[in-house]
């Protein structure tokens, strides 16, 4: 009998995630114009100081690596990675045209992530099935200093009151990601990790931004 419960497990999740970017990657960069600031401010959240070292989550094709290098400076280190070799690719070829020697790109799936060094600061942006999957959580915050500095942004559900558009909300997500339910607190399972958390909603509700500082203790 198949699995039929839900949320689906993290290898069917895999499947479905790597099928779809697979045709994705290629026009994903001209879809990411309308989030271009809250990446920006989700980046901005992390406050990031020279010398440091950053994860950046699911890093697609590396649309936030600039920003990340630019922010830890040339003896800081980010680390990226992606499950996705279509999207993976283009993040290398970013990081190769540029010339960092200070960005390390991984092609993995989150929840079997070693780094060299642990990081001091994670960036999860717009990165649902992996913060819905509690064995990527823990593998991602076993990378991380205590009191490593987290920020989040991604699709939720809009609020009560605008319930009727959470179908276009959930059929938007289903384009992208292999678990796309679970969009009323998609932030649930990280945010108990974190202390000073705080979220704000973006896009009229039907996104968010939030950020903590993980505690390990
Ligand atoms: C919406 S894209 C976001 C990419 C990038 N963070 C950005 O802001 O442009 C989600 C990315 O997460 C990756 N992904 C999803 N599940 C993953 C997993 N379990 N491990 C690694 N990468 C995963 C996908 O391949 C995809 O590149």
């Known amino acids: 009998m198949p699995n039929t419960s839900y949320p689906p497990p993290d290898e069917t999740v895999r499947a479905r995630s790597l099928a779809k970017y697979r045709k994705r990657a290629a026009s994903y960069d001209s ?13 901005a959240a992390l406050n990031l100081r020279p010398e440091q070292a950053v994860l950046d989550v699911g890093c697609g094709t590396g649309l936030s690596l600039a920003l990340l290098r630019a922010a830890v400076g040339e003896q800081g280190r980010v680390y990226g990675f992606d499950q996705s070799p279509e999207m993976l ?7 190769d045209a540029a010339g960092w ?10 929840q079997e992530l070693t780094l060299p060094t642990p990081v001091d600061a994670i960036l999860f942006h717009y990165t649902h099935d992996i913060l819905r999957s509690p064995l990527a959580l823990d593998r991602l915050l ?5 009191g490593a500095m987290v920020a989040i942004a991604g699709v939720k559900f809009f609020p009560r009151w605008l319930a009727p558009l959470n179908l276009w909300v959930y059929v938007k997500n289903h384009g992208y990601n292999g678990s796309p339910g679970e969009l009323t607190s998609p932030w649930d399972r990280i945010a108990p990790h974190l202390s000073g958390w705080q979220m704000e909603p973006t896009q009229f509700g039907m996104g968010y931004l939030a950020s903590g500082r993980l505690n390990k203790k």
Request: glycine fraction near 2%; charge should be positive; hydrophobic fraction near 35%.
């Open 142 to 146: 076993a990378v991380a200093e205590h």
């Open 31 to 43: 879809t990411c114009g309308p989030t271009s600031s809250i990446r920006e401010r989700a980046i």
């Open 89 to 95: 690719v283009q993040a290398r070829q970013r990081a």
């Open 101 to 110: 020697k200070n960005v390390e790109l991984f092609e993995c799936p989150a």
